[in-house]
């Protein structure tokens, strides 16, 4: 009886949204994958659906979208569009990166930002959910052109945002370099020197940890989900997607802790190196993708005990662990199925939404430890908070301090997902711990605004 309601619940509650954001794919299956979870946890709780909490997450509070002109080094004028989706600021002021690529459309964004919603809630902070970016290709582009872009997207987009309203930071496409340029021409327009971006280089206002702070956080969540099964990432083998920011560091922290990498990608193909990439290679790959901005096959051809794979993923490699970093649906549920039937127990979400949602179902029905990445890359956005304090406080915090917030954070985070997510059987169910965990301070907080 309770199930058959809850289904109906879903059923309606996403017929509402479909109708309401039609042709917006990725929106349905992020706001799908939240509902299934807390549904089921409303419905004990009327007061939720009394004043429509959900429903009204699932709305943002609005999407900016615009023109951005700029020219090439040809002189050729070139037309991008830019956004900004604020979902929700119940708990704080918007938050949430920039994306520069050309699969950026309005449903992927929205989804990422309501996805932040839940994240930034997670972390204990007072953060409240955005996201941002255009349809521009950085591959390619000279420094100067990457330039007059960035300069471009943050004429329009500077009246938006603020320290306290909505404070964009990076994400694909978008690292210290993007975030340099767009900080630059935003103190340009405004005069105003403050923490309006993060993700900012240490000589004006940058946090240290930050940069490698998803990607110790995705390693740091996957340590802890281990620990509860008596167990380390001492002697692991484990896969890692993307060859980025997040993935970069993801492979560094499993060294450093005992674990060894065999896997990169890009959207390219990926590298299989079965010695493992360790530190001098992982400095490679920085200089490679971060400086000469090549790809990763060449990586290959450097090292001759690795193969390159053209087209392919990296999922077919047998594995104990999976640490998806470079983007969404980059898992199917035939990747999934090919994971688990290779040996590997535990994924977790470097990357926003990499696996699809037959194979998140897949992972929860096999057991297999599964960090979603609300709960998994929560890290980056963690240390975006502690940026945004150390910049209003005009301090700068240790490394070692810093590292050790990150670690508590993480840690508090896997609690808060163990204490709404444990099954009978003991099994933790870290998607429905994430999801209501995320969803239910964010819902008080609107609960105490009233209707607005
Ligand atoms: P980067 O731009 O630094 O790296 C992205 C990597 O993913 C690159 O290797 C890129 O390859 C690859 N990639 C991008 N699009 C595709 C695609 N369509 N198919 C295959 N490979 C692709 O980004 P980040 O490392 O910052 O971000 C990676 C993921 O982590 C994203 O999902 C992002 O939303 C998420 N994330 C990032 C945070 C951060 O702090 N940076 C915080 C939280 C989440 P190529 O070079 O060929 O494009």
């Given at each position: 009886m309770r199930g058959s309601t809850v289904e109906h619940q879903l059923e309606n509650f996403m017929n509402g949204v479909k109708r309401r954001n039609p042709g917006e794919p990725e929106f349905h299956q992020a706001v799908e994958e939240v509902a299934a979870t807390v549904i089921p946890y409303t419905i004990d709780r009327p007061i939720y659906t009394e004043y429509q909490i959900l429903e009204r997450m699932a709305e943002p509070d609005r999407v900016v979208s615009f023109r951005v002109c700029w020219e090439d080094d040809e002189n050729k004028i070139r037309t991008q569009r830019g956004y900004r989706v604020q979902n929700n600021n119940a708990i704080g002021p918007y938050k949430g990166g920039i994306r520069f690529h050309p699969s950026v459309t309005q449903s992927v964004l929205k989804f990422l930002a309501f996805e932040q919603t839940f994240k930034n809630s997670l972390t204990g902070l007072p953060m409240g959910g955005g996201k941002g970016g255009a349809d521009f290709n950085p591959k390619g582009k000279s420094d100067h052109e990457v330039m007059r872009f960035c300069q471009s997207f943050i004429t329009e987009l500077y009246r938006h945002i603020g320290e306290d309203t909505d404070v964009p930071a990076g994400d694909i496409g978008v690292g210290a370099r993007e975030i340099g340029y767009m900080f630059g021409q935003y103190k340009r327009i405004t005069n105003h020197f403050v923490g309006v971006l993060t993700g900012k280089g240490m000589e004006f206002g940058g946090s240290k940890i930050r940069t490698e702070a998803t990607g110790y956080g995705t390693v740091y969540t996957m340590e802890n989900m281990l620990a509860i099964r008596g167990e380390t990432m001492e002697g692991k083998t484990c896969l890692v997607s993307g060859s980025g920011n997040v993935a970069h560091y993801a492979v560094q922290k499993v060294n450093h802790l005992g674990g060894k990498v065999v896997t990169l990608s890009d959207s390219s193909g990926f590298i299989h190196d079965p010695e493992g990439i360790d530190a001098s290679k992982l400095d490679y790959i920085h200089d490679l993708k971060q400086v000469r901005r090549g790809r990763i096959s060449e990586y290959a051809k450097e090292y001759s005990s690795a193969t390159f794979h053209e087209g392919?993923?990296?999922?077919?490699v047998p594995c104990d662990i999976a640490l998806p970093c470079a983007t969404q649906n980059e898992i199917d549920l035939d990747d999934a199925k090919t994971l688990i039937a290779n040996g590997c127990t535990g994924v977790s979400e470097g990357a926003n939404m990499p696996t699809v949602k037959e194979g998140v179902d897949h992972y929860i029905d096999a057991k297999i430890m599964f960090a979603p990445s609300k709960m998994a890359n929560a890290g980056g956005v963690a240390v975006s908070g502690l940026e945004m304090s150390q910049n209003s406080a005009r301090i700068s915090w240790s490394e070692e301090d810093l590292e050790k917030l990150l670690k508590d954070t993480m840690t508090g985070i896997h609690e808060s997902c163990v204490e709404y997510g444990r099954?009978?059987?003991?099994?933790?169910n870290y998607l429905r711990g994430a999801n209501v965990a995320g969803f239910v301070k964010v819902a008080d907080a609107m609960l105490a605004y009233g209707v607005v």
């Open positions: 392919k993923r990296p999922w077919g099954e009978s059987d003991t099994y933790v």
